[in-house]
């Protein structure tokens, strides 16, 4: 009896020393040693819990100078395999294979790994695995060998695995190194997209997305042996939203015949993909700027920035610019007889280029890469950025005419004679630089296009020199001349005249604001300019009210604050009446007799709108009552069929119409129901409520 209850003990002893041991007790690995390489499993936990799912790794450690192979070897070779001799109830998923190499041999290309490989595998454990046991996994690994000459090498590598109740650690040694392969393992990306195109001799494997824009090295290994010849060059063709590789078809191509897909692993520089193109046409944008540009030389370089600096010198002759220059050429008048300030301004007018150059360029480089196809001026391509600069091109005018005066309350402020303008003079020239930059944009001068066109093809570093050469060359002229004594004291004395001067060049800068208007009509839509012109009444109106609040502040008068109040209002609503988003517009068909007598015969609602382009009340209403969201769905809902009868060049047909509804001018709204009868007449001065209800009862 007590012999029995003290081998229970000593059983249970025995067994909780094993579960203990098993606890504790890393993953066993038993390395092969073959012919030139090393084989072991390596597991990324130290045990594994029942129903859990870790990696393994098939581990080669390769001999110097010998490789083996991917699971496509290329022309030659025998991709290495893994026969897993598995416990009851365990399972070994595939296993996930790194990019390979690529391993020239004559005029032949294989696709391998040399030195130490690892091969992941996903490993799962019964549900009913018994914590305190080990597994012991055993799986037959088997290897082709090369170096001048092939070698098959196999061998049996096992894996003793601690089975735990719990989660276990990580391993130290293997588990980042696993991690680490598995991360950097070709993925498939939603930021790509791929198509096969095949024409004969040819195969073009066309890329788009962010991640090929201005690649400059790319390769394509095929899943499938028979698909491309591996050892043919692939030569990049790169485009502004991608690139496309030229590969030469295999025997899959021959007689006719042809993949549904090509599926492999794409690199773009150190990325790796995992795609599948379908057959297609070549994408747009994939392709046209020709292969990749090396990386330039010294004297490529230095030529490269003299053509900057000449095309940034250049540019001041340009009308773009003139008027800005013509304003920084008065400042510098008034302090021709001030070396040390004009040569201060010269350098915040400098810094103010310089930083508009490179802000320019950087986000030039960043929208390519994003993989949008854009080149200089493009911010002119906004018609926000448009809106904005004519907006700041009126108040600078607006400030040359002597409505306002800018940094006027800051020289009051000051207070004394000897430094009341140098800051403020500095600010000034300072934002006249980033101005001249920003209306520079649509002028390309010479020797500029191609500096521009070589720095979009180098790295960031070099692309950005090239911007900044520009910069430099931009503003050159006005340094040298403020830096240069003798030159200075050749310009006139500052006097009464340099007031009429400065009234003189807001005239230019009022051009400049009109032109800038027009640009943002062609992008933006006619529509558009009235939001724009509203918006430029609005900041005049700011503007003379605060030019009011500093002649009042100069006096003493207590008219500043309401003065301010009111600018900052109306600037407020100019910028609110030119930046408010577009309102969800009806699309009206041209009215005529015959369309409306066609419509009433289908007990269709029918809404007309006599209106014209200088009729102020009808653009406020189309505006206000007949361009909201609320109306197009009500007119949805009722189906109202809407007929525009524009009056704005007089036509017979549509004074006869006013005529039968009593009506000598526009505007006229008439709402025809769908069960006929007369049409209802709406107000003169519309409402979106109005509108509403006459559509709900016309439907």
Known sequence: MVNGSLLSVVSRLVGLIGLCAALAAPALAAPVRLGHLTADLVAERTAIAPGQTIHVALRQAID????????????????????????????????????????????????????????????????????????????????????????????????????????????????????????????????????????????????????????????????????????????????????????????????????GALAGVLTIGPRTFEIAAPQGPPLVGAGGLGPPTPPAGLAEIALTLGAAFLGGLILNLMPCVFPILAMKASALVGHAQEPRRARLQAAAYLAGVLVAFLALGGGLIAARAAGQAVGWGFQLQSPGVVAAMTLVMLAVA??????????????????????????????????????????????????????????????????????????????????????????????????????????????PMYGAAAWLAWVYAESAGADRLVNLLAAAVLVGLAAWLFGASQRASAVGHRGVLPARAGSLVALALGLAVVFWPSAAKLSPEPFSPERLATLRAEHKPVFINFTAAWCVTCQVNDRLALSGTRVADAFGKAGIVYLKGDWTDRNAVIEQALAEHGRAGVPLYLMYPASGGDPQVLPQILTEGTVVDAAKRAG
């Open 64 to 259: 110097d100078g010998w490789h083996t192979y991917w699971r496509n070897p290329g022309d030659s070779g025998e991709a290495t395999t893994l026969d897993w001799a598995l416990p009851a109830g365990w399972r070994a998923g595939a296993m996930v294979w790194p990019a390979p190499q690529t391993l020239p041999t004559g005029p032949l290309m294989d696709y391998g790994y040399t030195g130490e490989v690892l091969l992941p595998v996903e490993l799962t454990a019964p549900a009913d695995a018994r914590p305190g046991s080990v597994a012991t996994l055993k799986a037959h690994a088997s290897f082709l060998v090369c170096k001048d000459v092939c070698v098959p090498e196999d061998g049996d590598v096992t894996l003793a695995l601690p089975v735990v109740a719990g989660a276990a650690a990580t391993d130290p040694q293997w588990s980042p190194r696993i991690a680490a392969t598995l991360a950097n393992a070709p993925r498939p990306a939603d930021a790509l997209h791929v198509a096969m195109t095949s024409a004969g001799a040819e195969l073009k494997l066309s890329v788009t997305g962010p991640p090929a824009v201005g690649a400059q090295a790319a390769y394509f290994f095929s899943y499938d042996g028979d698909a491309i010849d591996p050892a043919a060059a692939q030569t990049i063709d790169r485009g502004p939203n991608g690139l496309t590789l030229t590969l030469t078809p295999g025997s899959a191509f021959k007689g006719g015949r042809a993949p």
């Open 398 to 507: 607006l400030d040359l005419s002597g409505v306002f005066e800018v940094g006027g309350s800051l020289q009051a402020a000051a207070g004394q004679a000897g430094g009341q303008d140098r800051g403020e003079g500095a600010v000034r020239a300072a934002l006249t630089g980033l101005l001249a930059v920003a209306v520079a944009a649509p002028c390309t001068a010479p020797f500029m296009a191609g500096a521009i066109g070589f720095a979009l093809t180098q790295s960031a570093f070099m692309a950005l020199g090239v911007f900044a050469a520009l910069g430099l060359g931009m503003a050159a002229p006005f340094v040298a001349l403020a830096c240069a004594p003798g030159l200075l004291r050749l310009l006139p004395r500052p006097g009464p005249w340099m007031d009429g001067l400065k009234k003189a060049l807001a005239f």
